[in-house]
């Protein structure tokens, strides 16, 4: 069974870092792509990055290019996303999502996601 | 990376077909195949419900369909039931390795 269970989330005030992980298990975790996508509070989805399975490849959504970096690690299953200068509209459920297939343009397995709240 | 445009919400009867728009730009949603659809509870993680514009993962009834034309893809439920109320989101692919989403629409199922 295809599991992914994000952490690291939190209350982090404006300017400061994060990094959230996402452990994946029961798929071989190298062969897909993986993304980030957010969601504030009562608004809707927004992808934030993805990355492609042995991590040479990534790209970044606008909002967070230069801030945020997307990384894995294939021994350990899991999924990174390290998240710098963070702002008040940062805030939001950050999920993490499977790439389907050997597409990168969709996502067919999502964890429950970890909030992370920007404030002071 | 403007959001596509989606209607804020939508309602129908059960048993009733209604169907959701994708308004994007020649950009992303008219100038590529890779429109998906995802569907989400509330308090619960997205479901992928159509891919490749009108394409059914495993599991997902035949009562959801999808197309598109131009600019704007849709996504048609019939035969509407309660568990199908939620709310529903259009992807697409935007050139250069990033996606978009819409703004996401509430089904409400009368």
């Known amino acids: 069974e295809v599991q992914l269970v994000e952490s690291g989330g939190g209350l982090v005030q404006p300017g400061g870092s994060l990094r959230l992980s996402c452990a994946a298990s029961?798929?071989?975790?190298?062969?897909?792509?993986m993304h980030w996508v957010r969601q504030a509070p009562g608004k809707g989805l927004v992808w934030v990055s993805r990355?492609?399975?042995?991590?040479?490849?990534?790209s970044y959504a606008d909002s967070v290019k230069g801030r945020f970096t997307i990384s894995r690690d294939n021994a350990k299953n899991t999924l990174y996303l390290q998240m710098n200068s963070l702002r008040a509209e940062d805030t939001a459920v950050y999920y993490c999502?499977?790439?389907?297939?050997?597409?990168?343009?969709?996502?067919?397995?999502w964890g429950q996601g970890t909030l992370v709240t920007v404030s002071s | 990376q403007s959001a596509l445009t989606q209607p804020r919400s939508v309602s129908g009867s059960p048993g009733q077909s209604v169907t959701i728009s994708c308004t994007g730009t020649?950009?992303?949603?008219?100038?590529?195949?890779?429109v998906s659809w995802y569907q989400q509870h509330p308090g619960k993680a997205p479901k992928l419900m159509i891919y490749?514009?009108?394409e059914r993962p495993s599991g997902v009834p035949d009562r959801f369909s999808g197309s598109k034309s131009g600019n704007t893809a849709s996504l048609t439920i019939s035969g509407l039931q309660a568990e199908d109320e939620a709310d529903y989101y259009c992807?697409?692919?935007?050139?250069?390795?990033?996606?978009?989403f819409g703004g996401g629409t509430k089904l409400t199922v009368l």
């Open positions: 029961g798929f071989t975790f190298s062969s897909h792509y």
């Open positions: 490749g514009v009108s």
């Open positions: 992807c697409s692919y935007a050139g250069t390795y990033i996606l978009v």
């Open positions: 020649s950009s992303d949603v008219g100038g590529y195949n890779y």
């Open positions: 999502a499977r790439g389907m297939g050997i597409t990168t343009v969709y996502t067919d397995y």
């Open positions: 990355i492609n399975g042995d991590g040479s490849a990534t």
